[in-house]
């Protein structure tokens, strides 16, 4: 009883309430990436606040105002509106589909107003709501159930292939590697997670056919880029020259020779890592990934202190989601994983996923904020995440 009426004091809390009990060190954390952002765009424009920097820091004041309003709104309603969010992705992404802008050989875009909105991007989110939703009571007898798995399997599967067809092979790899991570923490063994990507991976050469020539290229150059240096390997080729001219603390900000003289290509968008490591060193790019790798921390601590199912598992999604964005970027800046079009959230030029993840992170602080709410079904405290023991 004493548990209960601790669960049910959010209840009456106020907006002033509300506000006190976000966690504004972890909105700090957030602003200090926005300023690297602007650091970085600052110098990619030859040390010129326009066209990226000054734009970079109006959408973060923004994204700041979206993060509060939607830290505000209860988590219980974000999840009765689970499913209709979920639809109202699936319907965005098919709009794109048929009348998307088209841009670099890709259909990923929609004009809305004066900015261009990437649907998929929004679609992970709500991904995430929905799955958190239907797995709030699983059991691990559920979860062993393959009828009670092909429902959220769809869920996963559909977008995914809406956004492969666009084609964005980056972001429907990290759709699916996004669902796997929520399949695990939501109790899956992770045996039938790996059995599952085995039989995705069969799938593989249909997928690649439905790639654009310039994708497949990237693919066939992954693994040795100088056999095309002016083609498909040379924006990898490039970059590592970059990151190598760099050296241990940077040849300065606003100095570097392979960003500021335009060899490096995308130096605003998918290569930022790229210029900030050039200029800062291997000191200032490792700095850069401490400070992500703590928002990720700080993320997953929010999700473990959360008392309901569905709080923790819509804060680890978001935070994952976060952190395969950041890992496939610098990844791809090091020649690690192929190119594939994937931002820097924060820091990266980009108005659709800057404001993406500011939405992702309001999600997150709602959790935060209503971390000892009551929902139906959850009577009793739960430990950590709900990991299948054996």
Known sequence: MAYARRLSAPRGMGLAEKLYQVSWPFVLLLALLAGVGYAALYSAAGGSPEPWAFRHALRFAFGLIILISVAMVDIRLIERMAWPLYGIGIGLLLVVALHGQVGKGAQRWLDVGPIQMQPSELMKLFLCVALASYFRRASWERMGNPLFLIPPALAVALPAALILRQPNLGNALITLMLGGAMFFLAGMRIW???????????????????????????????????????????????????????????????????????????????????????????????????????????????????????????????????????????????????????????????????????????????????RDVEFPGEEKPRGGFAVHPG
């Open 192 to 370: 039938k997670i790996l059995l599952a990507a085995g039989g995705a991976a069969v799938l593989l050469p249909v997928a690649y056919d439905h790639l654009k020539d310039y994708q497949k290229a990237r693919i066939t150059t992954f693994l040795n880029p100088e056999s095309d240096p002016l083609g498909a390997g040379y924006h990898t080729i490039q970059s590592k020259i970059a990151l190598g001219s760099g050296g241990l603390w940077g040849r300065g900000w606003l100095q570097g020779t392979q960003s500021q003289l335009d060899f490096l290509p995308e130096k605003q968008t998918d290569f930022i890592f790229t210029l900030w490591a050039e200029e800062w060193g291997m000191v200032g790019a490792l700095g850069l990934m401490a400070l992500n790798l703590l928002i990720v921390a700080y993320g997953l601590a929010i999700a473990m202190r959360c008392r309901h199912q569905f709080g923790r598992l819509l804060a680890a999604g978001i935070i994952i989601n976060f952190f395969l964005y950041v890992f496939v970027n610098i990844a791809m800046n090091m020649g690690l994983v192929p190119v594939g079009g994937v931002p820097l959230p924060l820091v990266s030029h980009g108005g659709s996923s800057g404001l993406t993840v500011m939405l992702g992170f309001g999600l997150l602080m709602s959790v935060h904020v209503h």
